[in-house]
């Protein structure tokens, strides 16, 4: 079973775990980041996954078995326990690690202090540059991927490893030994063949600390025990910085370079890779692979600095310790085998060429060096280093951020042409394209549009709020040159002024707070067709000047960028207020305004257009019928007749949602007047006052007109006087409910009332 585990659920491809890999043993494949425990040397970095998708195996439940087992279980402390116990004494450490079931606890310091002769041994005998052994992270580094420094290595094993030869020496090889310390990599070290048999299980600072919670063992109340293994004086500043060579008996000159000890990932992998090029022959080099040694390995208590940590260190190794060696180790001086064996374990990966290399960079759009960003998104230090892992199998071409940021970059803008044509397509098919209308003044319009259609000319659409501007424009970019190219339409007043000059113009990356990327702007996303700028007048100066450069130039500069890119888009402008005046008062730039007015369309307001109201309201009450899926047959003259003496404030929008309005709330097959909003019956009784002539007009007519308006008020005032509860007012009016509703329905007040009426009847008391 592998020591570290990957949650594939838990991946994100956050790259985290390939960063922080000094090795790149991480193979992003399958859509999660894995192990290639073939290339790991165990540094433990991965593990600070933000996602977690990579743990430590718990080794408890397998630490638990043995306990219970019946056979002789021993507990070796690792030289920096004080560094992580320090909140209770060496003593309840090892009273709490009893109670646990552990028949002894010994210092794994006392290894350091065994292996010492062996190094002083190694060393006199050895002639080329000899590497320390003690950190299994080195060992793997070199026996991975520095093969040809093996011979370099000092044949000695770990303080680890020597701790467990001991104790099995003397107990007997049933004895099993589980060994506490920072050190990740030993979880590796003990699954070697060479070191299976001394170490049982290795656990880490907080598994043990987990242990003893989930067995309730409060090591603070304890009474102090003693230590049962030997004294191992000063080798528990083993794990301090220098401390190897202070317990080897190497004291180096500050300016000695035959001596090198060295901490820290960089400083390991710079010395080793120097060795392997022959730059330096040191005659002894003691390498951690840890920042600040064994006391800061990835299992440590992160919430205390180094220095308190070598203090803790110092002054645990200047007190009185509780020693009560057992006398199975006073009675004997053998020491075992000390000495083991090295193998080459390297991974032979491919190597490309250079095409090969070039081929990748070029998938992602690297065809020049200044193309290679380094971003190290991806995990590697070089564009060309990742595309090297890629050739390998190690990485995927997509784990290129900028790559990914342009092709999303790229799809946008091609969804954005898409859009445009379905949307266009769309318009069409539910009858959203034609200009209906035969008054003079639309004809008028429609003949401009036929005429100023093919050209590329800019136009300027001129007219109310509802007029039809944007309709407009679909029916001239309809009849251009460029129709099978998309009409992107901006409404100014919807978007801010900060991000209309990026919509339009598109931005660099880091252009603002927020511009993580480079992005499109909405005239190259128009690049080749048409653009129209709806309620232009509401620019700022700022954007004018910028418009008014597309126009002369056919450029624009995005956000935050130095080089202007060509655009070919016709321009397309509308607005409902007077540019002439604004001109005038210095809110509107004159030489954009001479640049945008090169052909005027003017539409005119929908109160001037009463010969066309009939065919709008034929062709929106046709819209309404399809949308809600009604059989309506048409609209009475009562109502046609109101809608043409009414004066539209909304223009031809407002007519569109009064007819969808009244086609919900017929029930029949005809519109009638009553089924328009209360406004339109007012208008028809004034426009029928002003035809009828009183002298001459019918007693019947006289009376029909003065009945209904007394009833309607009559309703009004029931309602108002039971506060809109429907079956109160037809009680009062001593009618049935029945034909209250159907007056209602008839004066026009059949929706609101029943909203009305719903609510106050399910608050009144009966």
């Known amino acids: 079973m592998e020591p570290i585990i990957t949650f594939k659920e838990r991946c994100r491809l956050c ?116 590497v320390s052994s003690h950190c299994p992270a080195v060992v793997s580094l070199i026996e991975r991927h520095y093969p040809k420094l093996i011979p370099n290595l ?45 170490i049982d299980v290795v656990l880490t600072y907080q598994e043990i600390d987990k242990f003893f919670k989930g067995r309730g063992i409060n090591p603070a109340s304890l009474a102090e025990a003693p230590f049962d293994g030997l004294d191992p004086d000063n080798a528990r500043i083993f794990t301090l910085t220098g401390g190897p060579l202070k317990v080897f008996e190497i004291e180096p000159d500050f300016l000695d ?81 000390l000495m083991r064996p090295y193998s080459d374990k390297s991974c032979r990966l491919p190597s490309p060429g250079k095409d090969d290399i070039k081929r990748i960079l070029h998938s992602t759009n690297k065809f020049t060096q200044s193309d290679e960003l380094n971003c190290r998104a991806c995990g590697y230090n070089t564009c060309r280093e990742h595309a090297v892992a890629v050739f390998q199998g190690l ?79 679909r029916a001239i970019h309809r009849l251009s040159l460029r129709n099978d190219k998309p009409l992107v339409t901006v409404n100014c007043t919807t978007i801010t002024d900060s991000l209309l000059e990026s919509e339009l113009f598109g931005h660099k990356k880091g252009a603002f707070t927020g511009a993580i990327g480079d992005k499109k702007g909405l005239f190259e996303a128009a690049n080749g067709g048409t653009i129209f700028l709806d309620e232009i007048g509401d620019i700022t100066p700022k954007l004018q000047a910028e418009l008014l450069r597309v126009l002369d130039l056919g450029e624009v500069r995005p956000v935050g960028g130095a080089a202007p890119k060509k655009v070919d888009v016709r321009l397309i402008a509308a607005t409902n207020k007077n540019l002439e005046q604004g001109v005038s008062e210095g809110w509107f730039r004159e030489d954009l305004y001479y640049r945008l007015n090169v052909f005027n369309i003017h539409l005119p307001p929908l109160r001037n257009r009463q010969d066309s109201i009939p065919s709008l309201a034929e062709h929106f009450l046709d819209k309404a019928r399809k949308k809600l899926n009604k059989n309506i047959a048409g609209i009475e003259d009562r109502a046609v007749k109101a809608m043409q003496h009414y004066p539209w404030p909304g223009n031809i929008r407002e007519m569109q949602n009064v007819i969808e309005r009244s086609s919900v709330l017929t029930k029949g ?11 339109f019956a007012d208008t028809y009784e004034r426009c029928s006052n002003g035809e009828v002539n009183r002298r001459h007009a019918s007693f019947k007519a006289e009376r029909e007109l003065h009945i209904s308006r007394t009833e309607k008020n009559l309703i009004q005032r029931y309602l108002e006087e039971t506060g809109g509860n429907v079956a109160k007012a037809a009680r009062l009016a001593n009618i049935p409910r029945r034909t209250f509703y159907r007056l209602l329905e008839k004066h026009g007040l059949e929706i609101v009332q029943r909203v009305r009426t719903k609510s106050a009847e399910q608050e009144a008391p009966e």
Not at 404 to 429: A, P, S, T
């Open 669 to 679: 097959t005809i519109i009638r007047l009553e089924n328009l909003p209360t406004i």
């Open 395 to 473: 990485a995927d071409i997509e784990m290129c951020l900028p790559h990914n940021l342009q092709q999303v970059e790229d799809d946008r803008g091609r969804l954005m042409q898409k859009y445009e044509l379905i949307r266009r397509e769309l318009d069409r098919q539910l009858g959203d394209d034609p200009i209906v209308g035969n008054d003079s003044k639309i004809q008028e319009v429609l003949e401009l549009i036929r005429q100023v259609g093919p050209t590329p000319t800019t136009v300027l659409i001129r007219g109310e709020t509802g007029t039809g501007k944007e309709l407009t424009a």
């Open 15 to 130: 790259y985290s775990c390939v960063r922080s890999c000094p090795v790149k043993a991480i193979k992003v494949d399958n859509g999660f980041a894995q192990i290639m425990y073939n290339r790991c040397i165990g540094c433990g970095n991965c593990l600070s996954c933000p996602q977690q998708a990579k743990a430590v195996v718990d080794r408890m439940g397998q630490t638990q078995e043995l306990l219970t087992s019946g056979a002789p279980v021993v507990a070796v402390l690792g030289c920096s326990f004080p560094a992580f116990f320090h909140a209770i004494t060496p003593g309840q450490l090892v009273a709490a690690l009893k109670n646990l079931g552990f028949r002894e606890v010994h210092e794994g310091a006392y290894g350091a202090r065994m292996i010492a002769d062996a190094y002083k041994e190694v060393l006199r005998q050895t002639e080329i540059p000899l």
């Open 154 to 198: 000092a044949g000695v094993v770990s303080p680890m490893i020597a701790m467990g030869r001991f104790i099995k020496s003397i107990l007997g090889e049933e004895t099993k030994v589980i060994y506490i310390s920072t050190c990740i990599a030993g979880k590796f070290e003990v699954q070697a063949a060479e070191s299976s048999s001394a």
């Open 257 to 337: 370079t035959e001596i090198i000890s060295a901490e820290g990932e960089n400083h390991a992998i710079d010395i080793i890779r120097d060795l392997a090029a022959g730059r330096i022959t040191p005659s002894f080099v003691d390498l951690r692979l840890c920042d600040g040694g064994c006391v800061d390995g990835p299992a440590r208590d992160q919430t205390l600095n180094h220095f308190y940590k070598r203090k803790l260190i110092v002054n645990y190794n200047d007190s009185t310790l509780p020693y009560k060696t057992a006398p199975h180790y006073r009675s004997t001086t053998s020491i075992p085998d």
